[in-house]
């Protein structure tokens, strides 16, 4: 089945700090999506991107689907920036599902 | 997007109890997933419930230990028996968006923070 991997697994910024996280997934897919854990759990949807680059904010996204990756960008990081950030990939192998790489544990220091 | 809801937030069971958990939707929708997160992990699918028929289950995931209903498009409930401490985990339940630009984008509810004694 499709892997998605998700680097780095951990990261400690300063606060202020810019960052990039990185998801790759080993067969083609037609969706991709971003997602934030808040250290309640709760999962915030950042970015619905099959392809092409996103903005929102201080964060912003670029799947390049033909070479099975995308980017996330977190600029000018804040402690409300702590959690996990999921990169998540649709297959249809098997029946529909999304899969989920294994996170970047991120910690923002004030 | 869309709204979910999930009851309860959070519990606290013995092992060997069963514990269902409710999930709510504020729009009728065809596919409803349940989601596992153990501690410190990613999330796992447990099944998919389509309304009107049995779930589907991913490998290393049984109906007997998590039955599932789903009597409307806009509920389902899963139910953990048999509880043992390795079943403290989060549950999520998640749906696809129903608009054009978010067909298939997943929303999730808050998640049922379980932990097993």
């Known amino acids: 089945g499709i892997q998605v991997e998700q680097s780095p697994p951990d990261l400690i910024l300063q606060e202020g700090a810019n960052s990039t996280l990185r998801c790759n997934f080993s067969?083609?897919?037609?969706?991709l999506q971003w997602f934030h854990q808040n250290p309640w759990g709760q999962l915030i949807n950042l970015f619905y991107?099959?392809?092409g680059t996103k903005q929102n904010g201080r964060l912003s996204a670029t799947t390049v689907a033909t070479e099975r990756y995308s980017l996330l960008y977190i600029s000018s990081s804040q402690t409300t920036d702590s959690g996990v950030y999921f990169c998540?990939?649709?297959?249809?192998?098997?029946?529909?599902?999304?899969?989920f790489g294994a996170g970047t544990r991120l910690f923002v220091k004030a | 997007s869309a709204v979910i809801s999930q009851k309860p937030s959070r519990d606290i069971c013995q092992r060997g109890t069963s514990l269902t958990i409710q999930c709510q939707v504020d729009?009728?929708?065809?596919?409803m997933f349940w989601y596992r997160q153990q501690p410190g992990q990613s999330l796992t699918l447990i099944a998919t419930?389509?309304?009107?028929?049995?779930?589907?289950?991913e490998s290393g995931f049984v109906i007997d230990k998590f039955p599932i209903s789903r009597p409307n498009l806009t509920f389902s409930t899963l139910t953990v028996s048999n509880m043992s401490p390795e079943d403290s985990s989060i549950y999520l339940c998640?749906?696809?968006?129903?608009?054009?630009?978010?067909?298939?984008?997943?929303?999730f509810g808050p998640g049922t923070r379980l932990t097993v004694l």
């Open positions: 991107i099959p392809s």
């Open positions: 998540a990939v649709d297959s249809w192998e098997g029946g529909f599902k999304t899969i």
């Open positions: 067969d083609s897919v037609n969706n």
């Open positions: 998640s749906v696809e968006g129903s608009g054009y630009d978010t067909g298939n984008e997943q929303f």
């Open positions: 419930a389509n309304q009107g028929s049995e779930a589907t289950y």
């Open positions: 729009s009728q929708v065809t596919m």
